[in-house]
């Protein structure tokens, strides 16, 4: 009895501080506070369905960390109090058998984001777990009976998504019966039940998947035909917003970016400009600022492009404009995003070869300070999954240190340093040439690669 008005006494505090319903959250502390009232009532989907606010509103403070700890801990609730902090035997991806069988459509729509919330963000660290995270979504969105009420059907094109970004940095997307779904099974998935739902927010990103399965095969000339059919109903102005908030990104903008290095391993060298251009005039000015992710994925190759075409000054303005300072304006300590890591490399890389392509580096104090940074243990130290990620987006990271050092080995009269950034250096272009070297989509970075390999190997035998 007394647990019961307990429960009551949360269930009315909750409702009186929520008030209205927003579909967003505007102040954490608040926030987490209705969020305790409502767990204390018992009430699994109001408590649910805050949890999942309250994880994406971390997410776009770049905390992703806690945001995918927050909504963990709020999915204990699903268990069974007897099976809490023990064996899961009887359970349901975790989750009480009875919770699923009573859940509501909207419920199970809320319940199935969330979990993909938590296999997006633990994808950065821990493929395996991600996977593992994917799969108890599909096991929910299948076992549920719940499931044949669903009128929005739109959060398995969010599963069909995760499990295919899964899949690009080199994870194992498994079913709700245990087999392996490859990604060319996830991409015709997404183009079957995006055509019968209709929208072209969904149409334009199965698009964007079936053209990497594409490139990732090296088929880069029907990658740029799915390229243009998604050009045909893809919008940035209209679209782009809803994109973000069914994808956590804009991927069908990021096709976009994609698409330059396709055209210049064509040849197509007059097409990649014209989608520069385009990117830079008619996408990026409708991409939410603060997604700087987002942004990153979508100019990293033209950043490169630019470079490689002797624009090395322009590349660096659009890679501080767009991302560089966007970050640092708008987050704070604690903050991260997935390819932050190579921000400071980036910014000398792209200094360097700016300085060179206007006649060489003059600054000997500033060229001490890039040699001391290009030289620091840490810097190339990066794990394979954000170097796979940006194989296919150029040029990963340790082919951007090794021409950073070739770049300032070359004029360094230092002896003994120079031999130290030559060794690094060499080391550095051997990395990349393997990893670029494992997928045939990899072609226009396998090319970079290859380029300051033998740049390294020329010196050494001379």
């Not at 776009?60 to 806690?66: A, Y």
Request: charged share 25%.
């Amino acid at each position: 009895m007394l647990a019961e008005r307990q429960r009551d006494l949360h269930r009315k505090i909750a409702t009186i501080l929520e008030g209205e319903e927003t579909d967003k959250v505007v102040e954490l502390r608040h926030a987490m506070k209705v969020f305790g009232h409502w767990r204390g009532s018992g009430n699994l989907m109001n408590s649910t369905r805050l949890a999942l606010k309250i994880g994406q509103y971390l997410d776009g403070l770049l905390f992703n960390r806690q945001s995918m700890d927050f909504c963990i801990e709020a999915l204990e609730m699903w268990k069974p109090a007897k099976l809490q902090n023990k064996d899961d035997t009887g359970l349901i991806a975790d989750i009480d058998p009875n919770h699923l069988k009573n859940i509501t459509a909207d419920g199970l729509d809320c319940l199935a984001r969330i979990h993909i919330a938590i296999a997006k963000n633990i994808l950065l660290k821990d493929r395996k777990s991600a996977g593992d995270w994917f799969q108890k979504t599909d096991l929910i969105l299948t076992r549920a009976p719940a499931v044949v009420d669903m009128k929005d059907r739109s959060v398995f094109f969010a599963l069909y998504s995760g499990y295919f970004t899964l899949a690009q940095a080199g994870g194992i997307p498994i079913d709700a019966d245990g087999k392996h779904v490859n990604k060319d099974e996830l991409a015709k998935r997404l183009v079957i039940q995006a055509r019968i739902h209709g929208d072209p927010v969904h149409i334009a990103r199965a698009f964007a998947m079936e053209a990497l399965c594409f490139a990732n095969i090296g088929d880069f000339e029907q990658a740029i035909k799915r390229q243009n059919q998604l050009e045909d109903v893809y919008s940035a102005k209209e679209l782009s917003s809803r994109t973000c908030q069914e994808y956590g990104s804009d991927r069908s903008a990021q096709s976009y970016g994609y698409s330059v290095l396709w055209y210049e391993v064509l040849g197509l060298h007059e097409e990649a400009q014209h989608q520069i251009s385009f990117i830079l005039d008619e996408i990026m000015p409708h991409m939410p600022p603060k997604n700087v992710h987002n942004s990153m994925m979508i100019l990293f190759p033209v950043i490169t492009v630019l470079k490689d075409k002797g624009m090395a000054r322009k590349a660096g303005s659009i890679f501080r404009m767009y991302v560089y300072d966007r970050f640092y304006e708008y987050y704070g300590e604690g903050s991260s995003t997935f390819l932050l890591k190579i921000y400071e490399p980036l910014i000398i890389w792209l200094q360097l070869a700016g300085d060179l392509d206007e006649g060489g580096i003059t600054n000997d104090l500033k060229r001490q300070e890039f040699e001391d940074f290009a030289l620091r243990a840490d810097v190339g130290a990066v794990d394979k999954t954000r170097s796979l990620q940006m194989c296919a987006m150029g040029r990963d990271l340790h082919c951007v240190v090794a021409e950073t050092l070739w770049m300032l080995a070359d004029k360094c009269s230092d002896g003994e340093r120079k031999k130290l950034m030559l060794q690094k250096g060499i080391e550095q272009a051997k990395i990349s040439s393997e990893y670029t070297s494992t997928d045939q989509g990899y072609e226009y970075a396998r090319r970079q690669s290859v380029n300051i390999l033998q740049k390294y190997s020329k010196a050494i035998v001379d």
